[in-house]
């Protein structure tokens, strides 16, 4: 077992404690502490993100060289304290034990000396000693005990000044355990934790906070020439026309398959569709040969967030999924625009980016953003600056003042931009849609509408957390749930259903723990389904995350509730592109048209699950293999993983950012 901690147990020994801040966008949401004495570290990592948050406590045991003889994770309850170990590694003279039954280690693996050995699950001080490990290592990489393998990359190695100020820092870029994208440690000439890499939370010790501006700056330089080095990977060069010959063309603004059609594409557009016996093949061209194949319009991805990672590795696997376009619903402006210009400029290998502008309140909720109004004027004038960078709606979160939900409905809608979002505190949906919704993100609201109080008392609580506790409660047969489905009817007001976060998983998914009858909450959105699409609510099809790779379990969603399938794949193409008022360009296969399309070995207006036989994407005329892309991503940081151990930090790839 763990010793006390001296400084806990009433000794009065030497420490050092240091802190950092963690810091939502310039507004600091908590913190990172670490307590030092010679033989032990307490390490508090605890933030709010929106009503939920990171809170861990690691504790530390080394020897008297520094060496780890043990680690424990515990989390931080509501009251400040630790709670019980919910993880532990312990090191013996030829082994190392990690997890824990019943108190007692659970696993062991043979100790390797020249392997990293560090708690599991960690915190931005575990990251620094990670990278700080792999930048003195032959090759700058090792074996991590207990699985895997990590390698670091030194990105920058800089002094910057402040005034009379200066600072060397170092930035290294961390590739572990097969993951995508790289994690990034700001450390100083020591090798200790100055900051976190570019997030919505970054944890950055408070007296370089004024160096921010220029971390972000060299941190996103090198990460744009890293997803334009990677578009220029996994594209096939194609000198000419492109021909998809034979193919089973699906039909996308009937609805219907029409067989063996070929189709011509010539740069960035659709130059000719046709029978494959009376289409003409250009000379020269490229031919695809798509017998007993599925051709179809590249799908829509409507609630997406991006990520520095998504023009690397986030957006590949967009484009793996057959998502062709990606609407984000929430970024970073610097990053959000320059992702979407590079990418129309064919400089990355995403898919097309639609952006929304995101809008919250000032309090200390609020979410990851710097754009918080509090009055009329500040609301006007950021659509205003939201329209002049070419964001197509708006997307209020939740902590907008109900008041000024109708001046953004006016001011948006007198651009031509839409206004959508999640229902803020102290409004429901049916006075959203009064007030000038066009649409509503999350199923959820669909459930937490009805119990306004409970968003209060007995405590402050988020939508999704109520959602998941009333879910398997829920009558959506109800004359009141009735009466807003007609409502959203009569207004074709459309729903963003994220069904994929709230069906299977629940709550548990975003924070907002589990459904003590999962099987009934799941009965309750199925049903919602149907019967929105029985009204004629019009639906859009997104996932949430950052890599889409649950954007074929939303549609597989649909199917089980019982949408004909080839009205899914209308709702994952045209209607979404309809949606967005884009259809004169996108969403069908039709000469003129934007070449942005799928060829699938399989048949998904038949079975939606034939998606996963995804062989080509072309978006605006650029020419993907499937294998290419996935390759690419999985070869992305040169290690393979020999069975990372559980726990292991990922690259998010399948996080959902919103609720």
Known sequence: MLLPLLFLAGFVAPTDTSRWVVSNHGREAGDLVVVRTADSAIVRWVFTDRNRGTRIEMRYRFDRAGALLRAERRPVLADGSAGAPNDAVEVGADSVWFGLTNGAPRSAVKRNPTAYLGARGGTPWEQAALAKFLL?????????????AARAELIADTTLRAGPRRLRARLVMVYRNGAPTPTGTWLDERGALLATDVQWFITVRPDVQRFLPAFRAIELKWRNAAGEAMAKKVVTHVPGALVIKNGDLFDSEHGAMVPNQTVVLRGDRIVAVGPAATTPVPGGAMVIDATGKTVMPGMWEMHTHLMVANQSALGVMQLAQGLTTARDLASD????????????????????????GFMEGPLRWAGPSEVLVSTEAEARAWVARYDSLGYKQIKLYNLVHPDLVPVIADEAHRR??????????????????????????????????????????????????????VAPTIDVNSTAMTSLIALLAAHKTVIDGTFNLWIGGGGALVGAGGSANQERADSAYMQLIRRLYAAGVPLVAGTDNASGVTYRRELEMYERAGIPRARILQIATIDAARVMKDDAEYGSIVPGKVADLLVIGGRPAERISDLQKLEVVVRGGRYYKISDLLQAVNARNGIRSNGAREGDDGDGCGAHLDP
Do not use: C
């Open 333 to 356: 402006l610097d990053v959000a625009v320059s992702q979407r210009d590079r990418e129309r400029a064919g400089k990355l290998a995403t898919p097309r980016i639609i952006l929304g």
């Open 136 to 148: 003195a290592q032959p090759g700058r990489a090792a074996p991590i005990v207990g699985g895997g």
């Open 416 to 469: 031509g931009m839409r206004l959508s979002g999640h229902i803020p505190r102290g409004l429901t949906m049916e006075a959203a849609v009064a007030l000038g919704y066009d649409e509503v993100q999350h199923a959820a609201f669909f459930f937490s509408n009805f119990f306004q109080d409970s968003l209060y008392l007995p405590q402050m609580r988020a939508y999704s957390q109520v959602a998941t506790a």
